[in-house]
């Protein structure tokens, strides 16, 4: 888990938006099993018809426990992403996707008979559970198809869902994560160093260690306690019971009605046994001391010196990190920031090799090679799914790389080493230990080891000569060792056990080996004689002990003990004598399954099988005139993400009067991506006669046509785009009653065509670590310009909008668990007095939620804001603004409210001052907008506001906002000095 959770949290700080998805311009294929559409992309149909075997499995496996889901569901196998992930979706249509990359970090997820076997097995389970639909929720969907507000289990908080999906995922392999240690290890610490959360605090929102991974451990375990209490046929009884309820919140109620036990009294009763186990592990095995605390998800240690350890740091609050410290402990250092984690390699001389993750292009993330020193970096190589790499000096020879050649991505400089590198790289569904020669600008990759689906190879290391290579090894059914790799035997074990072997590190001399195991049932370090194999167990601990690197000089040994913060850095002495172990594990079996296949026909992909629509939303809105509007909403999308589509329609009954908007967008080229749309709308203004007293209403009906192409350059530090498109407006009028038709200026009796395009271009380099209050410590830009005219007048009525903005956000660290921010931002824009489009300045700026379907709470987002004022209380063809906010964090709940499908976060304040202008630069009296100059006075205000971090449904998350503002200039003639007090939803800016 430690290592899937160093990934996970270093993911987490990236420019935003910076989401993962499907490549959809591939050339994707599709199978088909008698449950399963299998969809895969190229290079992945041995993996994918693994995947539709282990499905098939799973699913008659599942039906057994629980009601099988409706229809085909589709299985997508991507590799895009150097990630060993997936996840699972029942709307629009059931749904799983799974990246083609085994999990090769340490943690019981490679505690597996096949890392395939396992992660289908979990997302199946997801789809059982989400999919099953029974009494009005039934109806509902018989009416409205699969509209996502109509799936009950959706509702359940995420412990519930992923812990039931992790109980069968180890009850159907044997397997997994409640069979393995990682689980234990972290409620063991929550016994010994902190207070264990209850119930209401298991939430993916979490902001304590380890994050929303909590949800995954304390869930999967309530749920094993209030199966077992019930016996076979509880789990199905429960997920019935569930399926049917009106108020899908009535956990308890649904847990006594399947288990025979609420989960309240399940918690409780588990929670009791957890504590007696984390005590007599106390009293077995107390552990090292850690040389510092406030680890979260360190790892990795290397040495540079005999006194001075590198390790790799992520944590909610900073961006991932190399970090530096001495053996005397204190506070680590900052040395270099990464964009990912993962180990660095220290060389003689000051140089370090590191492996980061990042985008080759916008759907593809790769990880790569670089070289550092003296505060420079270089980069080896680009897209080469390359990582954990053990660097050494080849100066004097070594063994031959061979492979290829290919030049290094930035030119090394003349003194750079020549460098004999032993990583993994990563191949469809597999891994493998390659060399890699670095020397003279050129780069050659040599494999050192076969890849198979087979077997899976990580965390390589160089023997101290430099003769071979041992590496962590995994070999299908669930057992692993340390493997040696050159030297005289082509490959050599050690310690193979049924259990998670890994962090290999050579003793001094080579003549021992330190690696970590959990076979005793707790993680802890090993010593392994090379050449007799014998083995002992030089360090334990009442939690948990991750990695074992060994000192230059041979007399210590650097790992991380598991405290309630993290992983914290510890000594131990490398020559103590330690306990006698063999390779006997403790583990539960695993179950022994052959491998599954499928030899069904291999097609082309078909978007249209999953693209059509599946559902519908009734709406009912207010239309300008404040009159009802009915109407629907459905939308569509395939699953890949090459297509995706909207449409909504109303009608005003009253003047028989429909608008509409359609929107499409195609992806299959990978770039641009290509936007279609087409709308219309109503708008209507009073007729009044001479005494203005209103003797009608002008009916405008506007008709839009409109087309864009966008550009995305993505980073994980940056992310930068570019837009244009066009749009054409067609407008004419009537009236009501229709008897006033021959009183209409003639101008107002024919159709008028409104061409228009525009320019938009964004960056941002700002990154945002998962608990900050903002993005941090960079820069964000954007700018438009738009033409428009209309066609019959294109000299008088042409008109161009310049707008731009500039925010520039700092983070502040005063050692709180999350950091201070400052956020300054500038906006600035102007039109031609012949656009018909004000600029307004004034008002809030936030988002909204939607409580339930149809009814929101929140605001919309304005350019030039002013807290404190009216919206728009100023206009005109010109407009300036300002805002400035200082946010500071105040206190973390992390607990639910009693039994309702709240979960509160945290809590942090923000003082914040406004200002803005928007006035006529120029009048016209022909100017839709500006008649007449006005001048240019500016509004501010200054207030302070509440923010809190909220998860609906417990893990929805969702910024609420309660502030006061008052004003500070302008208030005499737009408002007054009274405070305005409001509540409202998401950031400002």
């Known amino acids: 888990m430690r290592g899937r959770l160093l990934a996970l949290a270093s993911l987490l700080a990236v420019a935003a938006p910076c989401a993962a998805q499907l490549a959809p311009n591939l050339h994707w294929q599709t199978l088909m099993t008698p449950h399963f559409r299998v969809t895969f992309s190229p290079g992945l149909e041995e ?95 018989y009416v409205f198809g699969r509209n996502p507000h109509l799936f009950p289990n959706t509702y359940s908080p995420s412990w519930l869902i992923e812990g039931l999906a992790v109980y069968y995922e180890t009850k159907l392999t044997g397997a997994g994560r409640l069979a393995g240690t990682d689980f234990g290890a972290t409620i063991r610490t929550h016994e010994l160093f902190g207070a264990p959360p209850k119930l209401n605090a298991l939430s993916s929102a979490s902001p304590n260690y380890p994050l929303g991974n909590v949800a995954y451990t304390y869930g999967a375990q309530v749920i094993e306690q209030a199966a077992r209490t019930a ?109 990912t984690s993962g180990v660095t390699s220290p060389i003689a001389g000051g140089w370090r090799v590191f492996a980061q993750q990042d985008y080759v292009d916008p759907y593809t993330r790769r990880s790569d090679l670089f070289l550092e020193h003296s505060g420079r970096t270089w980069q080896l190589t680009r897209g080469a799914r390359l990582m954990q790499p053990d660097a050494r000096r080849c100066d004097a020879g070594g063994p031959p790389a ?41 780069v050659h990759v040599s494999p050192m080891t076969a890849s198979s689906p087979a077997e899976h190879w990580s965390e390589p290391r160089w023997s101290r000569s430099g003769t071979q290579v041992a590496a962590t090894h995994w070999l299908r059914g669930g057992t692993m060792e340390i493997a040696l790799v050159g030297g005289t035997d082509a490959v050599r074990s050690l310690g193979r056990t049924r259990a998670v072997v890994g962090a290999p590190s050579w003793g001094a001399g080579d003549s021992t080996l330190f690696f970590v195991s959990d076979r005793s049932g707790r993680s802890a370090v090993y010593r392994a004689n090379v050449q007799t194999g014998e083995i002992a167990r030089i360090a334990d601990s009442p939690t948990a002990l991750e990695d074992a690197e060994v000192s230059p000089d041979g007399r210590r040994v650097a790992t991380f003990v598991l405290r309630a913060d993290g992983y914290n850095l510890a000594l131990v002495d490398a020559n103590t004598r330690g306990v006698a172990a063999d390779s006997t594990s403790v583990l539960a ?139 054409m407006e067609w407008r004419d009028f009537g009236v009501d009653p229709i008897s006033l038709a021959p009183q209409l200026s003639p101008t107002l009796k024919r159709q008028y065509t409104y061409p228009s395009y525009f320019v938009s271009a964004r960056f941002s380099n700002a990154r945002v670590p998962s608990l900050a209050l903002g993005p941090e410590n960079g820069v964000s830009l954007s700018g438009t310009a738009r033409v428009r005219w209309r066609s019959d007048a294109p000299a008088t009525t042409r008109a161009t909008t310049y707008s731009g903005a500039v925010t520039l956000h700092r983070a502040f660290d005063f050692g709180a668990r999350v950091h201070h921010l400052a956020v300054l931002r500038g906006v600035a824009a102007m039109t031609d007095i012949t656009s018909a489009t004000e600029l307004r300045a004034g008002g809030g700026s936030g988002g909204s939620v939607d409580i339930v379907p149809g009814v929101s709470v929140g ?76 001048p240019r006075t500016y509004i501010a205000s200054a207030g302070a506001e509440l923010h809190f971090d909220t998860a609906l449904q417990y893990d929805s998350p969702y910024r609420f906002r309660l502030g006061a503002a008052v004003p500070t200039r302008g208030s005499a003639s737009f408002g007054d000095t009274r405070p305005n007090v409001y509540f409202t939803v998401g950031l400002p800016f």
């Open 859 to 934: 605001e919309s987002r304005r350019t030039f804001f002013v807290r404190g004022f009216p919206g728009g209380v100023q206009s005109g063809s010109r407009a300036v603004g300002m805002n400035a906010e200082y946010r500071f964090p105040l206190a973390f709940p992390a607990r639910g409210l009693w039994k309702f499908p709240l979960f509160f976060q945290r809590v942090s304040g923000v003082f914040f001052a406004d200002g803005a202008a928007a006035w006529c630069h120029a009048g016209a009296a022909t100017s839709p907008i500006c008649p007449r100059a006005t």
């Open 231 to 339: 016996g076979p046929e509880g789990m199905k009884k429960f997920v019935e019971s569930n399926s049917a309820w009106l108020i899908p919140f009535m956990l308890n109620t649904n847990a006594k009605r399947g288990f025979g036990i609420a989960f309240d009294s399940a918690h409780a009763v588990w929670t009791d046994s957890a504590h007696r186990a984390a005590q007599l592990a106390l009293r077995r095995a107390p552990g090292p001391t850690p040389i510092m605390d406030r680890g979260w998800f360190s790892g990795t240690p290397r040495w540079a010196d005999d006194s001075t350890l590198l390790f790799a740091s992520a944590s909610p609050s900073a961006l991932p990190s190399l970090k530096r410290v001495g053996v005397s402990g204190g506070q680590p250092a900052v040395v270099a920031v990464r964009k």
């Open 589 to 727: 079996p695993i179950h022994a399954f052959s491998v599954a296949t499928t030899d069904a026909p291999v097609g082309k992909y078909s978007a249209w099988r999953t693209v059509l629509p599946r559902h519908w939303l009734p709406t009912a809105d207010l239309s300008d005139e404040d009159r009802q509007t009915w109407g629907f909403r459905t939308s569509g999308s395939d699953v890949v993400g090459r297509h995706a589509w909207e449409f909504r329609a109303a009608l005003e009954p009253e003047r028989n009067e429909p608008s509409w908007r359609a929107d499409y967008a195609f992806a299959g080229l990978g770039m641009p991506v290509v936007q279609a749309g087409a709308e219309e709308l109503w708008e209507h203004l009073a007729l009044v006669d001479s005494t203005r007293r209103r003797v009608g209403t002008l009916q405008r009906r506007r008709v839009f046509a409109d087309g864009a192409v966008s550009f995305t350059r993505r980073r994980i530090d940056n992310l930068s785009s570019l837009a244009v498109g066009g749009s």
């Open 402 to 442: 061979g492979g290829e050649a290919q030049l290094t991505i930035d030119r090394l400089p003349d003194d750079a080493p020549a460098l004999c590198i032993a990583a993994v790289e990563i191949v469809p569904g597999a891994s493998r230990i390659v060399q890699v020669r670095v020397q003279a600008n050129r």
């Open 47 to 141: 993996t994918a018809r693994r995947a539709a075997g282990s499905a098939e499995r799973a699913y008659a496996a599942l039906a057994r426990e629980l009601h099988p889901p409706r229809g085909t569901i589709d299985l997508v196998v991507a590799d895009n992403i150097d990630d060993s992930n997936g996840y699972a979706i029942v709307a629009p249509s059931n749904r799983i996707v799974v990246y083609a990359r085994p999990s090769i970090e340490g943690g019981a997820l490679r505690y597996s008979p096949d890392w395939i076997d396992l992660v289908v097995t979990h997302e199946l389970a997801h789809i059982f559970h989400l999919d099953r639909t029974r009494g009005l929720w039934r109806l509902g969907q």
